[in-house]
């Protein structure tokens, strides 16, 4: 069974830009969310998704927005980006369900210079 | 005062070694205990999975979640140089349902031939 696939792997955009990062699911899986992982915060929640409704959300800013297909794969964007927002992007796929785990692709790396 | 504190050490052991990691949380709501293992430029790799209190065994693994201290452990029992890794503890109030997860910062754990 294939596992959680993101691409692209590694990114470097300059301030201000847009990205957009892809993200996978292992199939079956509803439940996608997103997180944010840096040496200083570590991993943070950014939002989930589930049967392409956003059930949950931290707290980022709205520069930070995601959508879920019909097919459960799923993409976050960020726009006007941030020295600050180079990180480690990882995303999560579960079932969704009470009980359940989440298991996590291998993250993009994202570089704003 | 983060909702999880978790030792960043680093921590370095002989092989052959019995581990400890231990994590401490606030939120009585936290029903559901998890700890991933994550490699350098790779993703969290779950390792346990365990709801509520009480003990789980995973080969050379066991997760104990004590709620009434709100600590809980992941003991690694003949330690390989192939577990040097960062652990990282997680907890939900949900499971799988939303998927919010909320991470330690991670214990840096080197087991020395």
């Known amino acids: 069974k294939a596992g959680v696939t993101q691409t692209p792997r590694y990114l470097i955009k300059t301030r201000g830009q847009q990205v957009t990062l892809s993200c996978s699911p292992i199939?079956?899986?509803?439940?996608v969310s997103w997180y944010q992982q840096t040496p200083g915060q570590g991993l943070q929640f950014l939002f989930e998704?589930?049967?392409?409704?956003?059930?949950n959300k931290g707290n980022f800013p709205g520069r930070f927005s995601g959508r879920q297909f019909s097919n459960s794969r799923s993409e976050m964007n960020v726009s006007t980006l941030e020295l600050g927002d180079s990180a480690l992007y990882l995303c999560a796929s579960g079932l969704g369900l009470r009980g359940t785990e989440a298991f996590f692709g291998q993250g993009t790396r994202l570089t704003v210079v | 005062q983060k909702e999880v504190e978790q030792d960043p050490g680093p921590l370095s052991v002989p092989e052959g070694a019995i581990v400890s990691l231990n994590c401490t949380y606030s939120?009585?709501?936290?029903?559901?205990f998890m700890w991933y293992r994550q490699y350098s430029r790779k993703g969290p790799e779950l390792l346990m999975y365990?709801?509520?209190?009480g003990n789980k065994e995973d080969g050379r693994f066991t997760a104990q979640v004590d709620k009434s201290s709100k600590y809980i452990s992941l003991f690694i029992r003949d330690s390989q140089p192939s577990d040097s890794a960062t652990y990282l503890c997680a907890m939900s109030a949900s499971g799988g349902a939303t998927n919010k997860l909320i991470f330690g910062t991670g214990t840096l754990l080197a087991v020395q031939p």
């Open positions: 365990t709801y509520s209190s």
């Open positions: 939120n009585s709501a936290f029903q559901y």
């Open positions: 199939s079956g899986h509803r439940s």
């Open positions: 998704y589930f049967s392409e409704t956003q059930r």
